[in-house]
């Protein structure tokens, strides 16, 4: 039998006893249910950016805000209740550190009731660890892609919003030693196993990308992808006082100090002029990854208080207020080229690299019809709305008219056999 004990201090519920989660909760008790909007918002682990939670809470409609992580206490709790600027309805701190209470009934129903998630700061391989193919696992896949909520996350919490994630199962590394052998055993990384963001199809994310420095190690990120996967993948990153918050178009904005600080976000793609995967990535070995010193097209943003600068993700190409940089790896050594071109993307785009790899989606936005691209057998296409409703279900379908739909976003599953293979988010503008 489980038992709770609850204290009242300084207007902070605090919830105690024979449970495997401890909870901190603040502000109204009472459930709410408000309109949210679906985004992201990626911190790089330093001091929050109060202008990039203004926009997190904002995107909640002043609904309940749950906190997790995996060790410390109530450290967001009055920030975010009172301290940023937006009334929401309560804040909830619940801390997880066992898979008894990323299963747990409580922590389940909290999550799939709050209006927004934040995961705080740590070490990702707990989440990993205590959270992955758990009930906290399914319920923040149901924020994301059915009741479409806002989620966050700060360094550790940054860290794993990704399809691909390294999950520092070892230790954390540097980039000398990544570099040095891309498939050391510290190099460890998860891919499409845990967090489903529509929006963060084929990213992986790093962060502190300042303070140490991480662009190598990153770089040897979407090497290995690229080398075990054959399909290309993107990086975003960010500095430690820079947050780069996603609109639910796919539009990123940077938030920052600058020109105070030199806050910077970096969005990296392989160069879409092929060939564009590593010459070496080998185990023992020293990546090469150089293509005549232009092998990754990088556009980096200062970010300000108004988030001014942005970059879009459905085409990784339209952006502004930044610039173009190219980065190169020969033998283990990293180097940099500044102020570049951008990518000439037009016969390889995004669409068309899907088209390579397997199942995909054209045009996107679509204006009338969508054109789905099959690879292989046994395949199901389910097209949901923006509040998460079916409005298609079929096996093997090949198109759909939306000419008689509203615009704005949807989502397209792709399920294999019964499994999702893919789900991509859509934008109908006519």
């Known amino acids: 039998m489980k038992y709770i004990i609850c204290a009242l201090l300084n207007f902070t519920i605090l919830c105690y006893g024979q449970t495997p989660y401890t909870s901190y909760f603040t502000g109204d008790v009472a459930d709410v249910t408000t309109n949210t909007q679906y985004g992201v918002c990626l911190m790089g682990g330093a001091t929050e950016d109060n202008n990039a939670m203004m926009w997190f809470l904002n995107k909640s409609g002043g609904g309940d805000i749950v906190v997790l992580r995996a060790t410390g206490t109530n450290g967001y709790n009055s920030y975010l209740y009172s301290g940023v600027g937006v009334t929401v309805n309560s804040v909830e701190t619940i801390v997880i550190n066992s898979l008894a209470g990323a299963n747990d009934s409580y922590v389940r129903q ?3 009731n709050a209006e927004a998630v934040f995961i705080a700061g740590g070490n990702q391989f707990d989440y990993i660890t205590y959270w992955k193919n758990t009930a906290v696992d399914s319920a923040l896949n149901y924020l994301i892609n059915t009741k479409l909520c806002p989620i966050g996350g700060t360094s550790a919490g940054m860290a794993i919003q990704g399809q691909a994630y390294f999950s520092a199962a070892v230790s954390s590394i540097t980039s000398a030693t990544a570099l040095s052998d891309p498939y050391n055993s510290t190099v460890t990384m998860g891919n ?31 090497a290995r992808l690229f080398q075990d996967s054959s399909q290309s993948y993107f990086g975003i990153a960010c500095d430690e006082y820079t947050a780069v918050c996603i609109d639910e178009l796919g539009i990123a904005r940077v938030f920052g100090g600058f020109p105070t600080y030199d806050d910077n976000a970096y969005f990296i793609q392989a160069n879409c002029t092929l060939p564009n995967n590593p010459e070496n990535c080998s185990v023992g070995q ?81 204006t009338s019809t969508l054109y789905i691209g099959l690879e292989g057998v046994s395949k199901k296409i389910i097209i949901y709305n923006a509040l998460g409703e ?41």
């Open 192 to 222: 499409n196993d845990f967090l489903h963001h529509p929006l963060l199809n084929k990213v992986i994310t790093d962060t502190h990308f300042d303070n140490p420095d991480r662009k190598g190690r990153l770089s040897v990120f979407l």
């Open 390 to 430: 079916i409005i298609f279900e079929d096996l093997a379908s090949h198109e759909f008219d939306f000419t008689n739909y509203t615009d704005g976003m949807y989502y397209v599953k792709i399920e294999t056999d019964g499994k999702i293979s893919k789900v991509e988010k859509i934008i109908v503008k006519h």
């Open 110 to 112: 909290q999550i799939r």
């Open 286 to 366: 020293p990546l090469t990854w150089n293509r005549n010193g232009a092998a990754l097209k990088v556009y980096q943003i200062k970010g300000d208080v108004s988030a001014n600068n942005s970059f879009n993700l459905n085409d990784w190409m339209t952006c502004s207020g930044g610039s173009w940089q190219n980065w190169s790896v020969n033998s283990g050594v990293i180097s940099y080229s500044l102020n570049t071109s951008a990518p000439n993307c037009l016969t390889t785009g995004i669409n068309q690299r899907e088209n390579q790899e397997g199942s995909f989606l054209t045009p996107n936005p679509v």
